[in-house]
């Protein structure tokens, strides 16, 4: 214990206490490394908030190398200073490097800056996803189909970039699907990662078409290996959902004049024409049942539900 209070005490009392202060101050050089510092210790996250820091940092360690080369002159400061600022200049080139290697098609860098930027998602975190579905942006012309009722597999999960989807069922039309939504939602929701189905309902270009698809299985190693990713596809695919069925929620209705309201089961709006009445519980028991894309029976001008 007493040679550990004379190693300290060696170590404070090495050097002697400042009796009298330097009277003129550094040169402007010292002072121009300290602004440096003090701005460069502001920079914020992300890519360009890194290049900021170690930018400002680096001229910060560069103006310290330079007052201890030319005022201090000695060679330890200068040294460590020296060695500092290369690192920040590395780590500057390597960030920017970064930068590059995520640079995007336009078509991806509109689908970020309107669908993915404004959820807060870092450029690293979309490079994955776009990775994932190798960076391809896949054409549709005019009146092909998509899918094809009873035939199509359920396969991948496609976001519609460009264009408009009509989808039906039988013959009978259901709803379009825009830019920005998921072409099959509601068939990729319906189904668990061991699952396997068919389409429902016919997806038919309407004009020419761009969309997104990520394949199942390489989606679902995406999700394994990135728990945030997974999420924001849940909440992604789940307000997916929830905008076609409130959009749809107008074409339900039941007899004597009542429109049917999906969110609200037990109430009614008096809104349309007479129909022929049909009972609350059967409807409810449609409601639980069917499919996303169903057309239930026993209700009127119902187009579809997207019911879990």
């Avoid at 998602?121 to 391809?136: F, G, H, M, Q």
Wanted: glycine share 6%; proline share 5%.
């Amino acid at each position: 214990m007493g040679e550990n209070a004379s190693f300290w005490e060696s170590l404070i009392y090495a050097h002697p206490t400042c009796t009298t202060w330097k009277q003129e101050a550094e040169g402007s050089i010292y002072h121009l490394a300290s602004i440096f510092f003090v701005v460069g210790f502001m920079g914020g996250s992300g890519f360009f908030g890194l290049l900021y820091v170690f930018s400002l940092l680096g001229l910060g360690f560069l103006c310290s190398s330079v007052w201890a080369w030319l005022d201090v002159c000695a060679a330890d400061i200068f040294s460590w200073n020296f060695v500092l600022f290369v690192i920040c200049f590395v780590q500057f080139v390597y960030v920017t490097y970064q930068v590059r290697s995520v640079a995007f098609d336009k078509e991806f860098q509109e689908l970020y800056s309107a669908l993915f930027q404004p959820l807060g998602i870092s450029l690293t975190v979309y490079r994955k996803i776009v990775l994932c579905c190798d960076a391809e942006v896949i054409t549709l012309e005019k009146e092909h189909c998509y899918a094809m009722q009873g035939k199509t597999p359920i396969d991948k999960l496609s976001l519609l970039v460009s264009g408009r989807i009509r989808v039906t069922v039988d013959g009978e039309f259901l709803h379009y699907i825009f830019p920005l939504q998921f072409l099959d939602s509601p068939e990729w929701d319906s189904l668990r990662p061991t699952e396997e189905g068919i389409f429902q309902v016919t997806l038919t270009a309407e004009t020419d078409c761009r969309y997104v698809a990520w394949r199942r299985k390489k989606l679902y190693l995406l999700f394994a290996k990135h728990r945030f990713i997974s999420r924001l596809f849940s909440i992604l695919i789940g307000s997916d959902i929830a905008e076609k069925l409130y959009a749809l929620n107008d074409r339900v209705h039941v007899g004597q004049g009542f429109r049917y309201d999906i969110r609200l089961p037990n109430f009614y709006h008096v809104a349309l024409p007479e129909t022929p009445p049909v009972q609350p519980s059967q409807l409810s028991h449609h409601l639980q049942r069917g499919s996303p894309r169903r057309k239930p029976t026993g209700v009127t001008n119902c187009s579809s539900f997207l019911a879990p």
